[in-house]
């Protein structure tokens, strides 16, 4: 599971028995009380029931593999959907894509669809009001850049091979093998650095990176063998500040998310500050976040670039096997590249069956997406994904947001 | 601490929920996933709210929502324009 805060928004995306929608208006409080977000349903931020109106709410889920499991109020899409309209004002709630297979449900308010909510409570009004208005748009100067979309990949039947790498026990020979490489390396590196050391010991420092060992603070190796490297080194931590010493789930996340090819999405040598925070969990199950700072770039160091996050969760066990990836990629671009991001995370995992869904703002000035090159070039691109076939591509169109759903099956 | 750059995210481990972890019972990949917007954009939040809207939010304040959905906090890389929180169930 997962939570992005950004100035102006929050994504939470978990997994599981979570029980999400139960923690939305404490979440909206603290937008009130905590950040400063105007509320409209309370006469003070001290009434616990203060929430800040939202401008847009997106609640969404690929239909349960196991819904009679879940705890209210996820029991069913008609229990989620209630919660949400005793919550907001002016709702909508959509299911995607076929009924009697792998559909994807869709809640969404928008700021268009509701009126400007009371300056202030009416007297007659209760301390608080149940119901949340969204916030209208006459309260902000600028609408909806067009930079950022949502792109997010939900898959299921994933390749048993590839989902065998988020099994700790595979992981944690891929690190030792990994490590005793490195030995192996640090080894000829020594014996490079001092000459012939024959009949000599040499001991690698490991409580520092063995990049950084320096040749006056080399011992001597002992004269062991390969396999007694193997077992005598303990594993180098990687240049870490104290605060955040890493953890066997982390530093076995890492090892994982750079086998996986999933560090390539955004390799570092194009995003040099990319930074990922991977963890794996016992005894399977994988969950990655990644935040990727624009390169800042002399000839246009004024270009607003956005910074780019994803987020992945994997579920690897055969009777329930789910992999999920979720970025924003560049508004505006021809389409490269969010077809790129899609067949390099479906080539991770293999799924037997993949959604994708392009959340996209509309442009603010105002064409159609047809008029768009990007959106010409991108539906091209989109439509054949290496080894699958396309089954479904479903259209949403709303007043300032395009969704478009797209199913793909296996050839 | 510092991030040992002032472009890379700096990342923070909550080691007491890490250590102990055990996720055989995990299972239902498909998640929920909420968005909740404030604002079209972090360029024009409303008047009143604090400079870096809800980035200002300290992550202590988060734990008691995430208490509500049954989620911990494993890890949290910070960059300027946003927070990633890794959570466990």
């Not at chain 1, 979570?18 to 003070?44: Q, V």
């Not at chain 1, 969990?281 to 000839?299: R, Y």
């Not at chain 2, 809207?53 to 324009?81: Q, R, Y």
């Amino acid at each position: 599971s997962s939570m992005f805060v950004f100035p102006h928004k929050l994504i939470l995306k978990t997994c599981g028995t979570t029980t999400l929608l139960l923690g939305l208006r404490r979440l909206l409080h603290i937008a009130a009380e905590h950040a400063g977000f105007p509320f409209y349903n309370a006469k003070s931020v001290d009434d616990i029931h203060a929430a800040a109106s939202p401008y847009r709410v997106f609640y969404s889920r690929k239909n349960f593999l196991f819904p009679d499991k879940q705890p209210g109020p996820h029991r069913s899409w008609k229990e989620e959907v209630k919660y949400l309209d005793d919550t907001f004002e002016g709702g909508s709630a959509y299911m995607v894509g076929k009924m009697n297979g792998d559909h994807w449900y869709l809640y969404i308010t928008s700021p268009d669809t509701t009126v400007t909510p009371p300056r202030t409570p009416d007297e007659n009004l209760q301390t608080h009001s149940s119901k949340i208005l969204t916030n209208t748009t006459s309260l902000f100067k600028g609408g909806l850049k067009n930079n950022d979309e949502t792109l997010e990949i939900l898959m299921t039947d994933l390749d048993p091979e590839n989902a065998k790498q988020f099994y700790l026990e595979h992981a944690s020979a891929v690190a030792s093998n990994r490590l005793y490489s490195q030995a192996q390396e640090a080894r000829k590196m020594a014996m490079g650095n001092l000459g012939d050391l024959s009949g000599s010991t040499i001991t690698i420092k490991t409580n520092s990176t063995v990049e950084s060992v320096a040749d006056d603070t080399l011992d001597v190796f002992d004269n062991c063998s390969d396999s007694d490297l193997h077992s005598s080194y303990t594993p180098v931590s990687e240049q870490v500040d104290i605060e955040c010493m890493t953890t066997e789930g982390h530093a076995l996340g890492t090892v994982v998310s750079d086998a996986c090819g999933l560090s390539e999405v955004y390799p570092t040598s194009k995003y040099p500050d990319a930074r990922i925070d991977a963890y794996l969990f016992s005894p399977c199950g994988f969950s990655a976040n990644g935040i990727i700072p624009a390169p800042q770039k002399q000839d246009d160091a004024d270009a607003e670039k956005p910074t780019h996050y994803f987020t992945v969760h994997v579920t690897p066990e055969p009777i329930c096997s789910f992999a999920s990836f979720e970025t924003n990629v560049p508004g505006g671009q021809n389409g490269r590249e969010t077809s790129e991001i899609v067949e390099h995370v479906v080539g991770i995992f293999k799924p037997g069956r993949f959604s994708v869904t392009l959340f996209e703002a509309k442009a603010t000035y105002g064409y159609d997406d047809d008029e768009i090159p990007t959106g010409l070039a991108r539906k091209k691109r989109l439509e054949k994904i290496e080894g699958y076939r396309r089954v479904d591509r479903i259209v949403h169109d709303f007043d300032d947001y395009e969704l478009i759903f797209r199913f793909y099956e296996r050839e | 601490t510092f991030s040992p750059s002032e472009g890379t995210p700096h990342l923070t481990i909550n080691h007491n929920v890490a250590a102990d972890l055990d996720s055989s019972n995990a299972f239902e990949g498909p998640e929920k996933l909420l968005e909740v917007w404030f604002a079209p954009n972090p360029d024009c939040l409303p008047p009143g709210v604090k400079p870096n809207g809800l980035k200002a939010v300290s992550s202590d304040t988060w734990v008691g929502v995430l208490d509500m959905v049954n989620c911990k906090i494993l890890s949290v890389l910070e960059a300027e324009h946003m927070d990633a929180y890794l959570l466990s169930e």
